[in-house]
């Protein structure tokens, strides 16, 4: 009812209000009791579309798909997913009813859509059987999974290139990969980072599928890229009896991890050699050298740096893989040179275990330190000669020198001019190493030589700890500054005078027949004194005296008498420095 006060433009507005609520009610209910309108064609909801769409289906394809088959009460006539298998079937061959044949062009994978067909695009009149009655409009909740057309090729999409290629893949090589297999729905069946190993294997002779075969050449080591492939170049219709179902696609994102083939020898690449290279190692050489060892992906593996200390070894002997052996033939001292060694020429199929996989190829940067022979002797090189040079140094003369001690590679060791001393020494003493030795003889005083001592020459193997590696080879430049003759081989003590016949009575000072050390000390060393005998240079005075001593005390009572001492004197078998 309509209660004033209203105006009458206000009861008019209220009574049109009142009517149209009243329409709208009829309507709906007429609505709700009429027959349903048919359909004249299928109608498409699309529940869910992925983000991007590689490929939509077309008249043609093969396309893999769940659905769920329902009445328009929602009652179920039917699922692939309750027989646990995709619908497989080619689109617009009729071999789909023909809603099916139209709803399913243009789905994307992974698309989903709810389909309502007609009966005329359905099953008709006639049904099917006792599932489907007569005239009846079907719903299909249909997943598309995978799509492929008997025309395709293996699709490639390479999505990282290393900034160098020097070498592709090609029929026979043989690589490392990494892969993830998966269905073109994104579904994982395989992995071999989940195995956490490579896949090895030849390219191109039919050890892979066709598409991967194919899909693997021309890539380089370090690419990345997806390669698709159809069933027919995948496990065609049967799949491979677990995860992969008959009639898939795969899709599978490779990255190359390493390429070689069985013919390849060792490469040597990056060469810096030195301006000054005298000589080249040999077969039989013995090398030290450093190195850095990755695989041809770049993962490092080993290293002479991080242990700090030379890999030392035998070259073409056998003591190191054989890519090795070879690649260091024909080094300089201070060379440096990427060797590339193939499997085949380093651990072969089974590597070493943890650090180098099987069938891997080893690269490495490696800097030549320094380089011997065991054959080889002192070598010495004249820098500079005086004009004047009456004496040489020989075995027992006192040499005083300078010098300045270094590795092949540069390496300082050690100079007598940072003490501001010389290096004093008696030659033939064993008091310098053996190639020391070698190279002070015959040298003037004012000569100046350049030496180079193999470590058999010089400290050898062990070397000197915190200074001097071992198995190293020296360099000395040396400068001879001083020099005292030395005595007669197997002398300490010279007279320079006639020898006294009454010598015993000299040294016994208290006359008591016997010759104590400080007698015998203090005589010699006023002989030394006085210019009438000479002792050894470069010994310890004293050192000698009491060997002199020990020498003359026959029975070792601390004493000479007069008998020891001409009992002594008489023996010609052995000489007497008295």
Same mark, same amino acid.
């Given at each position: ?9 206000? %009861? ?16 709906? #209910? ?23 769409? !590689? ?15 329902? #009445? ?14 995709? &619908?497989?079937?080619? !689109? ?54 995978? %799509? ?25 090589? +043989? ?30 002779? /039919? ?7 194919? *899909?693997?050449?021309?890539?380089? %080591?370090?690419?990345?890229? @997806? ?18 179902? *008959? ?65 030392? =070894? &035998? %070259?073409?002997? /056998? ?11 024909? !080094? ?7 060797? =590339? ?59 005083? +020198? ?32 053996? *190639? ?21 020459? *010089?400290?050898?193997?062990?070397? !000197? =700890? ?11 430049? @040396? ?11 197997? +002398? ?11 010598? #015993? ?74």
């Amino acid at each position: 009812k309509i209660r004033a006060p209203f105006r009458l433009s206000e %009861v008019k507005m209220i009574q049109c209000v009142q009517r149209m609520l009243y329409l709208s009610v009829l309507v709906a #209910f007429a609505a709700c009791n009429a027959p349903p309108v048919p359909l004249d064609d299928i109608l498409i909801e699309k529940t869910f579309v992925p983000e991007q769409c !590689v490929r939509a289906v077309k008249v043609g394809d093969y396309v893999r798909y769940h659905y769920n088959g329902m #009445f328009p009460d929602g009652k179920k006539f039917d699922s692939s997913y309750d027989r646990g298998s995709t &619908y497989n079937v080619f !689109v617009g061959k009729k071999q789909l009813i023909q809603g099916m044949d139209k709803a399913l062009v243009g789905m994307c994978i992974n698309e989903r859509r709810l389909v309502k067909i007609p009966p005329h695009l359905a099953y008709g009149k006639q049904g099917y059987g006792d599932i489907i009655p007569p005239d009846s409009i079907l719903h299909f909740d249909v997943l598309l999974l995978d %799509v492929w057309n008997p025309e395709d090729g293996v699709q490639i999409n390479t999505y990282h290139t290393p900034s160098t290629c020097s070498r592709k893949v090609e029929v026979s090589d +043989y690589v490392r990969y990494h892969y993830n297999g998966t269905l073109l729905d994104g579904t994982l069946f395989d992995s071999s980072h989940t195995r956490m190993r490579t896949y090895d294997t030849y390219v191109g002779i /039919g050890w892979l599928i066709a598409g991967m075969d194919q *899909g693997l050449l021309g890539m380089c %080591v370090g690419e990345r890229r @997806i390669i698709t492939m159809p069933p027919s170049l995948g496990y065609g219709e049967n799949g491979d009896g677990s995860d992969i179902p *008959g009639q898939a696609s795969l899709v599978f994102d490779v990255i190359l991890l390493d390429l070689h083939n069985p013919r390849d020898g060792i490469t040597v690449t990056n060469q810096k050699v030195p301006e000054s290279c005298t000589r080249k190692s040999i077969a039989g050489d013995f090398v030290r050298y450093h190195y850095n060892g990755s695989l041809l992906d770049g993962t490092f593996f080993d290293s002479s740096y991080s242990r700090n200390r030379t890999y030392d =070894t &035998y %070259v073409g002997r /056998g003591y190191v893989i054989a890519g090795m052996d070879e690649g260091l033939i024909g !080094v300089c001292v201070g060379e440096r040179r990427t060797i =590339t060694i193939p499997p085949h020429l380093a651990y072969g199929e089974e590597g070493t275990g943890t650090k180098i996989p099987g069938s891997a190829v080893l690269v490495f940067d490696v800097h030549i330190i320094d380089f011997h022979n065991p054959s080889d002797n002192t070598q010495i090189t004249v820098t500079y000669k005086p004009e004047t040079c009456d004496k040489q140094a020989k075995k027992g003369d006192f040499v005083k +020198y300078h010098y300045n001690a270094s590795l092949m590679d540069g390496t300082d060791i050690d100079s007598t001019h940072n003490y501001g001393k010389t290096y004093d020494i008696v030659l033939g003493a064993n008091q310098v190493v053996p *190639g020391m030795e070698d190279g002070l003889m015959n040298m003037c005083v004012g000569e100046k030589r350049h030496v180079v001592i193999p470590p058999h020459l *010089g400290y050898g193997e062990r070397g !000197v =700890t915190d200074e001097v590696p071992g198995s190293a080879v020296l360099v000395f430049d @040396i400068e001879l500054i001083d020099m005292e003759e030395g005595l007669p081989e197997g +002398y300490m003590f010279i007279w320079n005078d006639d020898v006294s016949p009454d010598l #015993f009575s000299e040294m016994d000072k208290n006359d008591d027949k016997q010759v104590e050390p400080s007698e015998f000390t203090d005589y010699i060393l006023r002989q030394v004194n006085d210019g009438k005998g000479r002792l050894a240079p470069g010994f310890d005075p004293y050192r000698i005296i009491d060997n002199m001593f020990s020498n003359q005390d026959r029975n070792g009572d601390g004493k000479i008498t007069e008998a020891e001492f001409k009992l002594k004197a008489d023996e010609a078998a052995a000489h007497d420095e008295l």
